[in-house]
């Protein structure tokens, strides 16, 4: 872990983006279970509503990792991460305007269907990127480190704007989260920088 904490914090492209993914996944993620408190406790929605507004916006994750591949052809990867980690920091302000009835349902679906579809471009160009830079023999270590912060990262911040909304309320917590959603994308890499090659592990004697 501590290994994979120095490759990453050394690297100049892996750190802002190690630091970006840390924040937008700590604040993305605390915003469902607060939604669901406003949706099915104060505005009524049925589960099956909730579970729908959910639910339909997934197809935007199969249609963003078809698009990435071909963004990337066309664009750059430099030019994707910016654009896509960008668009995604600019939808989770929208829950905090939900209403009841379909208008609200319709908006929880427009906002989760875009916010997929730019995660699902950004992901797997963020990882490709990742193991560009990552040397074969630090893979495992990098990953490791990277994942395991990610999902502390997360549950803390989770459990923070839980706080958040019983202190402050629903809404004001939500907003608060999407506010700082759209702060993010300043710790993308600014510059296009040329991918570091991966040296192959050497095989050591006797193996």
């Known amino acids: 872990m501590l290994e994979g904490w120095r490759f990453i914090l050394a690297d100049p492209v892996l750190r802002p983006l190690f630091h970006n993914a840390l924040l937008v996944n700590g604040l993305i993620m605390p915003t469902p279970p607060l939604l669901a408190v406003l949706m099915l406790g104060r505005f009524g929605f049925a589960p099956w509503q909730y579970a729908l507004a959910f639910a339909v916006p997934c197809a935007g994750g199969l249609i ?5 591949r071909r963004l990337v052809a066309r664009f750059g990867q430099h030019w994707v991460l910016r654009t896509a980690g ?4 600019c ?7 939900v209403r009841p009835g379909a208008p609200g349902l319709l908006l929880v679906m427009a906002v989760e269907f875009g916010l997929i579809t730019c995660c699902a471009v950004f992901n797997p160009v963020i990882a490709t990127c990742r193991l560009e830079r990552t040397e ?3 893979v495992a270590r990098t990953l490791s ?9 997360t549950a803390a911040m989770t459990a923070l704007w839980g706080l958040l909304g019983t202190l402050v309320g629903l809404r ?3 907003a ?16 296009e920088r040329v991918p570091q090659a991966r040296r192959p592990v050497e095989a050591r004697p006797g193996a």
Do not use: E, M, N, Q
Not at 91 to 97: D, I, K, N, V
Not at 145 to 153: M, P
Not at 176 to 191: C, E, I, N, Y
């Open 176 to 191: 608060l989260a999407g506010l700082l959603l759209l702060a993010t994308p300043l710790l993308l890499p600014r510059r």
């Open 172 to 174: 004001a917590a939500i």
């Open 64 to 68: 963003g990792s078809r698009l990435a």
């Open 86 to 89: 960008t668009l995604r920091a």
């Open 145 to 153: 480190a990277w994942s395991v912060t990610s999902k502390l990262a």
């Open 91 to 97: 939808w989770s302000l929208g829950p905090a305007f």
């Open 136 to 138: 074969a023999d630090r």
